[in-house]
């Protein structure tokens, strides 16, 4: 069993984390500051377990490409001296992950709001997690009025009413700047073939801007729901991620999926409705066991200790190739939106 990484090495890597993100995060070619494990890019992409700063780049720049660079613009070269810690470069390009393939206006006259939708047809032999589900839980599809198709995180509870809510991403439940609180959630997507009696709840508050893509809904009186994550089980409660973890999700894509966390605290610079966010606490997630590790309307859920199923992260965003998974570390999405796990 790898041993954890000293409690004072990891946040010396932090601090030097912070400075690479002011130093690199602005340029266009950079998609995410992180701290974890260098990747050996020219060897299957191995891992060798070796703490360091990760500047993570669209286009990684080699040999006359990189010379020219260091010509023109010195300060725009990843620099080890200049971070003051061990750094990795890595290529890698992440975008949000709701539904992503277009599709028509649906039956109930209402058009996705962006013109885009999902994946691959409805299977009506067994319930699956595209399917109106009742009682209501994590990993089911959901969407704002308006939206594609994503997926219900979990169910949380105010901590001041003891309200019942559901947990997804700001770009699944609110969706514009302007998102007017009250705005209908359903459950399945009208993609997934959702009606407007499939409302379960109603925009409540979000979290961006405290650098979260996190949002909560207030769930309807006569909805029920129960603690269970979909092909999964129940939530046991809650964990801090942590380097080498091994985490399991279940989305309304891909499904239940395994992976396992190599990069910690990270920052990106991404881009919603037209307007860029600085999106904090990133975990980034590489497939352990499985070539993909989670698709687009995988949004909104949750990453999971595999082992005992306490949750880590709140899945957003990802890159296709190489397959990697971005998360929102859990800790800090529950006390940012006020709400505690529904474990009951």
Same mark, same amino acid.
């Given at each position: ?17 912070? #400075? ?10 950079? &998609? ?6 260098? $990747? ?13 700063? #990760? ?23 990843? &620099?080890?001296?200049? *971070? ?5 470069? *890595? ?45 209501? #839980? ?61 409302? $379960? ?24 729901? *129960? ?20 985490? $399991?999700? &279940? ?94």
């Amino acid at each position: 069993m790898p041993q954890p990484v000293a409690r004072a090495h990891l946040e010396e890597a932090k601090l030097a984390r912070t #400075r690479a993100a002011l130093l690199y995060l602005t340029d266009p070619n950079v &998609s995410l500051v992180d701290v974890g494990w260098r $990747i050996k890019e020219r060897e299957g992409r191995r891992v060798e377990r070796q703490l360091t700063v #990760r500047v993570h780049v669209h286009h990684k720049l080699r040999g006359h490409a990189l010379e020219s660079l260091a010509q023109a613009r010195p300060g725009a070269v990843v &620099s080890e001296e200049a *971070i003051g810690f061990p750094c990795d470069v *890595i290529e890698s390009s992440y975008r949000l992950h709701p539904a992503v393939l277009p599709v028509p206006a649906s039956s109930t006259g209402w058009a996705p709001s962006t013109g885009w939708a999902a994946i691959s047809p409805i299977s009506f032999s067994t319930v699956s997690a595209r399917d109106r589900v009742r009682p209501v #839980r994590g990993g089911i599809s959901l969407i704002r009025e308006g939206g594609t198709a994503a997926t219900l995180g979990a169910i949380v509870l105010d901590r001041r009413s003891g309200a019942p809510m559901v947990l997804s991403n700001w770009h699944v439940l609110a969706g514009w700047a302007f998102a007017p609180r009250g705005q209908r959630i359903l459950q399945p997507s009208p993609f997934d073939g959702g009606v407007f009696n499939d409302t $379960i709840a109603y925009l409540d508050r979000d979290a961006m801007a405290v650098g979260l893509d996190a949002a909560t809904a207030t769930l309807l009186p006569t909805v029920p729901y *129960i603690n269970d994550q979909f092909g999964i089980g129940p939530l046991t409660g809650l964990a801090a991620p942590e380097l080498d973890m091994r985490v $399991i999700k &279940s989305g309304r894509t891909t499904g239940v999926t395994e992976g396992i966390i190599d990069g910690l605290e990270g920052e990106v610079w991404m881009s919603y409705a037209g307007f860029g966010r600085s999106i904090r606490h990133i975990v980034h997630i590489a497939p352990f066991n499985t070539s993909n590790v989670s698709a687009g309307g995988d949004s909104g859920c949750l990453h999971l200790e595999r082992s005992t199923r306490r949750a880590v992260g709140l899945h957003f965003a990802g890159s296709d190739a190489p397959d990697y998974a971005l998360a929102m570390a859990m800790p800090q999405v529950l006390d940012a939106l006020q709400v505690n796990l529904a474990l009951a």
